[in-house]
């Protein structure tokens, strides 16, 4: 079992930024890749961003790419979003999940355990 607990969420003009956290507790962090994930209302939830186990391979969805980046750090068991020049389409419910592995596909499915997700609001 893994317990994920994202913050740093929080409402700011289009053009901000944010820093999104994920603390990770239950099992060793290292051992598995991480994602973050988003869901607007009414939509449903997106891939935004992966990492993989020692945090030097990543991988973005396109609507993101070049003003997000995904990091991590083993030794304090984190998983953290840089979110730049943010959109007011960028508005969701962001969460972060563990997977076993990197590779593979990037649904949702591919993810074991999740945070209870944190609120992001980008205001025009």
């Known amino acids: 079992q893994v317990q994920l607990v994202e913050s740093g969420g929080g409402l700011v003009q289009a053009g901000g930024s944010l820093r999104l956290s994920c603390a990770a507790s239950?099992?060793?962090?290292?051992?598995?890749?991480m994602g973050w994930f988003r869901q607007a209302p009414g939509k449903e939830r997106e891939f935004v961003a992966k990492i993989n186990r020692s945090g030097g391979s990543t991988y973005y969805a396109d609507s993101v790419n070049g003003r997000f980046t995904i990091s991590r750090d083993n030794a304090k068991n984190t998983v953290y979003l840089q979110m730049n020049s943010l959109k007011p389409e960028d508005t969701a419910v962001y969460y972060c999940?563990?997977?076993?592995?990197?590779?593979?596909?990037?649904?949702?499915?591919?993810?074991?355990?999740w945070g209870q997700g944190t609120q992001v609001t980008v205001s025009s």
């Open positions: 999940a563990v997977r076993p592995t990197y590779y593979g596909s990037n649904g949702d499915y591919e993810y074991d355990y």
């Open positions: 239950g099992r060793t962090f290292s051992n598995y890749a």
